[in-house]
């Protein structure tokens, strides 16, 4: 396990841009953390990274955003999950191996996950604007 602080929005940023250049473009990315934690700050800095030009918003009521890129990103929200039925409903499995699959709110559907999922643990640091990333199956 890989751990960074990030102090602030530029250098969540510059992590986004390092995990983006690790990429396949077939992984599942799945982002553990609470509210306000830099979920989609750190998504948009991989889109950006891997060319986007879309424009990346948490995808809380859409449930699903696609970006268009160097690999097709499908940016999930999971927060409304709590079942199995509801997972299903979401077509998740029909867009894994398809692009990047990254998971907000991944506590709700962990045991979906492929075993191969990159896990970001996000948590507050010290201070108001730092983040500690605490990242598994990925090597940065």
């Known amino acids: ?17 390092r995990i983006a250049q690790k990429l396949n473009g077939t992984e599942v ?11 989609t700050t750190l998504t948009r800095a991989i889109a ?11 995808p809380t009521f859409a449930i699903v955003n696609e970006y268009r890129a160097k690999f097709t990103i499908y940016h999930f929200d999971m927060y409304r999950v709590g079942s199995w039925d509801d997972l ?6 029909d867009y894994l191996e398809t ?3 990254i998971v907000e709110w991944s506590e709700n559907i962990e045991n979906a996950l492929p075993e191969d999922t990159v896990r970001i643990t ?12 605490e990242i598994e199956g990925l090597e940065i």
């Open 88 to 93: 299903y409903s979401t077509g998740f499995f």
């Open 48 to 58: 950006e990274a891997l060319e986007s030009e879309d424009d990346v918003s948490s």
């Open 122 to 133: 996000i948590s507050k640091g010290e201070t108001e604007t730092e983040r500690i990333f």
């Open 1 to 17: 396990m890989a751990v960074f602080r990030c102090c602030d929005v530029d250098e969540t940023e510059k992590l986004g841009k």
């Open 99 to 101: 692009g990047v699959v």
């Open 29 to 39: 990315i799945a982002y553990f953390g609470g509210l306000g934690m830099g979920k």
